[in-house]
């Protein structure tokens, strides 16, 4: 769930300098890449996570 919210606050701050006209400067591109860093992993969770409630070992519900 962290990552969630820590994509949220970089989006907001995206904005805030698109906002300033900074779109390209490397304050943003960091911002973008700690985005999709976060992206990325959130994503991988999920889908381990689907993966392993979905396997035929596990005994749940």
Known sequence: MYHFFTILYQIFKLLGYVRQNKIFSPSSIKTLRITRY?????????LGAKAYFHSP?????
């Open 38 to 46: 976060c992206a990325i992993t959130l994503i991988a969770f999920i």
């Open 57 to 61: 070992t596990w005994k749940g519900g």
